[in-house]
T-cell receptor, first 112, second 112 residues
Framework: DAKTTQPNSMESNEEEPVHLPCNHS???????IHWYRQLPSQGPEYVIH???SNVNNRMASLAIAEDRKSSTLILHRATLRDAAVYYC?????????????FGKGTRLSVIA | GAVVSQHPSRVICKSGTSVKIECRSL??????MFWYRQFPKQSLMLMAT?????????EQGVEKDKFLINHASLTLSTLTVTSAHPEDSSFYIC????????FGPGTRLTVT
């Protein structure tokens, strides 16, 4: 899997938007961009994924740069429950039995 | 989304004993399951990949005789930590895959 780079930590005020960046300059043309998050003492959970176009779901939005070398996970209104480590992971479309490989991620703190 | 359960959620055992952790996919069949380990403040590290009915594939540096993995059915994989030592204390997370990869809530193992 191609490498991603994320800031170690970020901080946000409650009820404000949060933009979590991810650089993936070596992304291949077929790699999907996946985001997972891990709340304290829990297993990771899926957040969102995309290929080229921006994506929205009930949890977040994913903005993908036109050259696909970076992306941004957007939490529109951060809550205390969004405090977690967020992982940006690249995956081939047909990954077979290949597992997700986790980098260090970004630890998001949300301040009340 | 698909649900993966783990049992127990936390366990304390004495050094030298063995501990079994169960991972179940509750609403889908998973031909492939993964086991990860996570030490405090670190990312998830893949330990092994297990396929139903065949031997597990271990990552480099993971002792297969110490971490026994059994994937006897399409919904159940078990990880047995044999002759546990304090350095085996960690957060163990299983994951089951159909199209996407889904994670269990994790098992906190403490070896005293």
């Amino acid at each position: 899997d191609a490498k991603t780079t994320q800031p170690n930590s970020m901080e946000s005020n409650e009820e404000e938007p949060v933009h979590l960046p991810c650089n993936h300059s070596t992304i291949s043309g077929t790699d999907y961009i996946h985001w997972y998050r891990q709340l304290p003492s829990q297993g990771p959970e899926y957040v969102i994924h995309g290929l080229t176009s921006n994506v929205n779901n009930r949890m977040a939005s994913l903005a993908i740069a036109e050259d696909r070398k970076s992306s941004t996970l957007i939490l529109h209104r951060a809550t205390l429950r969004d405090a977690a480590v967020y992982y940006c992971i690249l995956r081939e479309p047909v990954s077979g039995n290949t597992p997700l490989v986790f980098g260090k991620g970004t630890r998001l703190s949300v301040i009340a | 989304g698909a649900v993966v359960s783990q049992h127990p959620s936390r366990v304390i055992c004495k050094s030298g004993t063995s501990v079994k952790i169960e991972c179940r996919s509750l609403d889908f069949q998973a031909t492939t399951m993964f086991w990860y380990r996570q030490f405090p403040k670190q990312s998830l590290m893949l330990m092994a990949t297990s396929n139903e009915g065949s031997k597990a594939t271990y990552e480099q540096g993971v002792e297969k005789d110490k971490f026994l993995i059994n994937h006897a059915s399409l919904t159940l994989s078990t990880l047995t930590v044999t002759s546990a030592h304090p350095e085996d204390s960690s957060f163990y997370i299983c994951s089951a895959k159909n199209y996407e990869q889904y994670f269990g809530p994790g098992t906190r193992l403490t070896v005293t």
